[in-house]
């Protein structure tokens, strides 16, 4: 992110300006290089009634604010992760679920590729807890509108997300190759019509139905249609969760492949 940074926080969780006792938290977990002191007083100044604060690990925030002795501290309305604790991140969700379930979540993403390893390695969390991936490499004015799309609820995962190209490339090998879940994840795509393989590549590509539409040359309810028996043949609940299935297995598999574009140019 094209901001200048800051110094690494210590222990200590760092907030910004004065008279914050009443103000929701956007809380950033994770040093100061990755989450500036010019970001925090940023936040402050374009999120009305937000307050943002930093802490260096994620424990640190669960012990000051979970587990306060006495009054509870101001809601953590938005709390983004480091990637690098999201092992712990997912743990303290496994184990206190209902006090974080009005906690907006995010892990943030240093690269491209940091984002792919994410949904290749915790695609399902990333579903089942509605966890976003927030790109560190974006402008700071593109960074700042994410976070307003984040804030208002919406689950969002970049398009650079869905890119696995660069592990493959690597030589690593793709989720459950060669498992005993193969043929049935093969035989599921198989089920799918070319129309709903080509649709379902245009999702897990990051397109939005009225796209997909235009790319096809059929109406958006036909896209929303043809998702939707889509999500009953894979046996998923949502777009998102047919997309990272598909970049697991089906791409895989000989069906079409999806190339995700980067964030600055989506």
Not at 56 to 75: E, I, S
Request: aromatic share 4%.
């Amino acid at each position: 992110m094209s901001a200048p940074g800051g110094t690494e926080s210590g222990s200590t969780p760092q907030s910004h300006g004065t008279g914050t006792g009443d103000l929701s938290h956007f809380t950033f977990i994770g040093s100061g290089t990755l989450f500036s002191d010019v970001v925090l007083r940023t936040i402050d100044t374009e999120f009305a009634g937000i307050h943002a604060t930093r802490y260096p690990q994620l424990n640190t925030w669960a012990l000051t604010v979970l587990d306060h002795p006495t009054a509870p501290p101001p809601p953590t309305r938005l709390l983004v992760v480091d990637e690098r604790q999201v092992d712990d991140l997912f743990l303290l969700l496994r184990r206190r679920p209902t006090e974080m379930e009005d906690t907006r979540l995010a892990l943030a993403a240093r690269t491209s590729l940091g984002a792919a390893k994410l949904v290749r390695s915790d695609g399902h969390n990333l579903v089942q807890h509605r966890v976003s991936i927030l790109p560190m490499n974006l402008h700071l004015t593109a960074w700042i509108q994410l976070l307003r799309l984040l804030d208002c609820g919406e689950h969002y995962l970049p398009s650079c997300a869905f890119d696995l190209t660069p592990p493959y490339a690597e030589g690593a090998t793709p989720p459950d190759a060669g498992g005993e879940g193969d043929h049935a994840s093969a035989e599921a795509f198989t089920a799918l019509t070319p129309r709903e393989q080509e649709v379902l590549r245009l999702v897990a590509a990051g397109r939005p139905n009225k796209v997909i539409a235009r790319d096809l040359s059929v109406s958006a309810h036909t896209v929303k249609l043809h998702i939707h028996r889509i999500m009953g043949k894979l046996g998923v609940s949502n777009r998102t969760e047919a997309a990272i299935r598909f970049l697991h297995e089906g791409a895989g598999d000989g069906h079409a492949s999806a190339q995700a574009p980067s964030p600055s140019n989506s």
